[in-house]
């Protein structure tokens, strides 16, 4: 098809979603964020498993006008992710901030404020930062339903670290309805020398479309852990924007455990020297599961680190994808960069395909990247068999070992082995 066809369907498409749509009432700055994200979408179109990063995801059921029920989920008695922690609960009901089943937004070295308040207020600290890191993250990549979700949310909290607060701050989403369809944007500001940790974990809902903007100022650091809960028939793009100044850091991690159809697209600058950004993810799927971690990390200054660690298992018929890109420009000398994306297929049904990128336009750096995908090593699973493990631990034992790598990358380990604890568990149920 013609590029300026496909254009003009994708806009047409755009507008049609958005007719009779208005805005969300707010205050003059929001107001003008919003509209230029409005602005985008119309512009943009909504984007077609023909786009060069759709190709492997077919996004129809995150673009139709109505969402597909779905069946709640069964936890089975099975604890929330980081039950066991003490930490300020914001809980989110498909997809609207609970109150009372929240904790006080009082915490030392923090403020918190909810996205609707704030909205209604003419001044306020995330004025300029709101849609400014989404609407960045446009290009060179187009991320139309990432401007959809700024023009129309009026879920989602703001979070301003001032210190180093001794709680994480928890984001909590329950699912209570077959065909809730939710938009929840959080906008997150880590003031120079501040260090936090941000816990997500939950379902969210039956359709979800989230956008997190981080802005780490010099000396900052953010610790940012989800877990996206194991619904089967949710589906949902959660989209994170993060720009890091000098000698700032950032430690994303998130575990995937089932779903219809789960895209997460990470989206980083480093634009201040000497700054370090690690992304990975660890991903089970099984059956009528497809999952698409989409990453792009720039380098946009010298002497900077950033890690790409991503793991996927995956069987019947479930189909895993990796798009991770290393932009270094010119002024980024002595990049240290690094992406490896593996996939271990339980069956033959399973797919995992991957798409890894490096462009680099620095002489000085380290850059690597790797893509890999095979099966259960036979060599190993008969030593553990033959010491007197049985076929189903040992083969636990093994998919663990593999997705190690992934849970490494996740700072304090308390946490780490709470969701390795949980996968250990999924496994065990699912044999």
């Known amino acids: 098809?013609?590029?300026?066809?496909?254009?003009?369907?994708?806009?047409?498409?755009?507008?049609?979603?958005?007719?009779?749509?208005?805005?969300?009432?707010?205050?003059?700055?929001?107001?003008?964020?919003?509209s230029a994200a409005e602005k985008r979408v119309r512009e943009l179109g909504l984007p077609t498993k023909r786009d060069e990063y759709w190709r492997y995801t077919d996004p129809r059921r995150l673009t139709a006008a109505d969402v597909e029920p779905g069946a709640l989920h069964d936890t089975q008695g099975e604890p929330p992710a980081f039950d066991a922690f003490d930490r300020v609960k914001l809980v989110f009901v498909d997809g609207v901030f609970d109150a009372d089943a929240s904790d006080p937004m009082a915490l030392e070295g923090v403020e918190i404020c909810q996205l609707s308040q704030a909205a209604m207020t003419d001044l306020h600290w995330a004025r300029d930062l709101y849609g400014s890191l989404e609407a960045r993250?446009?290009?060179?990549?187009?991320r139309p339903l990432a401007s959809l979700n700024t023009a129309y949310a009026t879920q989602g909290v703001l979070i301003r670290i001032t210190g180093k607060p001794e709680k994480p701050i928890s984001l909590i989403y329950h699912r209570e309805?077959?065909?809730?369809?939710?938009?929840?944007?959080?906008?997150?500001?880590?003031?120079?020398?501040?260090?936090?940790?941000?816990?997500?974990?939950?379902?969210?809902?039956?359709?979800?479309?989230?956008?997190?903007?981080?802005?780490?100022?010099?000396?900052?650091?953010?610790?940012?852990?989800?877990?996206?809960?194991?619904?089967?028939?949710?589906?949902?793009?959660?989209?994170?924007?993060?720009?890091?100044?000098a000698g700032s850091h950032l430690k994303s991690f998130t575990l995937t455990a089932n779903g219809a159809l789960i895209r997460n697209d990470s989206v980083i600058w480093l634009d201040g020297a000497a700054g370090s950004a690690h992304v990975a993810g660890a991903t089970v799927g099984d059956g009528a599961f497809h999952h698409d971690d989409t990453v792009?990390?720039?380098?946009?200054?010298?002497?900077?680190?950033?890690?790409?660690?991503?793991?996927?298992?995956?069987?019947?018929?479930?189909?895993?994808?990796?798009?991770?890109?290393?932009?270094?420009?010119?002024?980024?000398?002595?990049?240290?960069g690094y992406q490896i994306s593996q996939s271990l297929l339980l069956d033959e049904d399973a797919q995992f395909l991957a798409k890894?990128?490096?462009?680099?336009?620095?002489?000085?750096?380290?850059?690597?990247?790797?893509?890999?995908?095979?099966?259960?090593?036979?060599?190993?699973?008969?030593?553990?068999?033959?010491?007197g493990v049985p076929e189903d631990t040992a083969k636990t034992l093994l998919v663990?070992?593999?997705?190690?790598?992934?849970?490494?990358?996740?700072?304090?380990?308390?946490?780490?082995?709470?969701?390795?604890?949980?996968?250990?568990?999924?496994?065990?149920?699912?044999g």
Request: some cysteine.
């Open 1 to 34: 098809m013609p590029r300026a066809k496909l254009k003009a369907q994708k806009v047409e498409a755009a507008n049609a979603l958005l007719e009779g749509r208005a805005l969300p009432q707010g205050g003059a700055w929001i107001t003008r964020a919003r």
């Open 296 to 336: 792009f990390i720039t380098h946009g200054a010298p002497r900077c680190e950033s890690r790409q660690v991503f793991k996927k298992v995956l069987r019947r018929s479930a189909v895993g994808v990796f798009q991770g890109k290393i932009l270094v420009n010119q002024v980024a000398q002595l990049t240290d």
């Open 356 to 387: 890894p990128e490096l462009e680099i336009y620095a002489d000085d750096v380290k850059c690597s990247h790797g893509s890999t995908s095979g099966e259960i090593d036979s060599n190993q699973l008969f030593y553990l068999r033959a010491r």
């Open 177 to 245: 309805s077959e065909t809730s369809d939710a938009m929840v944007h959080h906008v997150i500001r880590v003031e120079s020398g501040a260090e936090a940790t941000i816990l997500e974990n939950g379902p969210f809902a039956t359709r979800f479309n989230q956008v997190m903007e981080v802005d780490i100022a010099d000396g900052g650091t953010l610790h940012h852990i989800r877990a996206q809960g194991r619904d089967h028939e949710r589906v949902g793009c959660a989209h994170f924007f993060a720009r890091l100044g």
């Open 137 to 142: 993250g446009q290009s060179p990549v187009e």
């Open 400 to 430: 663990l070992a593999f997705l190690a790598e992934a849970l490494d990358e996740i700072a304090e380990p308390a946490y780490a082995e709470d969701l390795r604890a949980r996968l250990e568990a999924w496994f065990e149920r699912r």
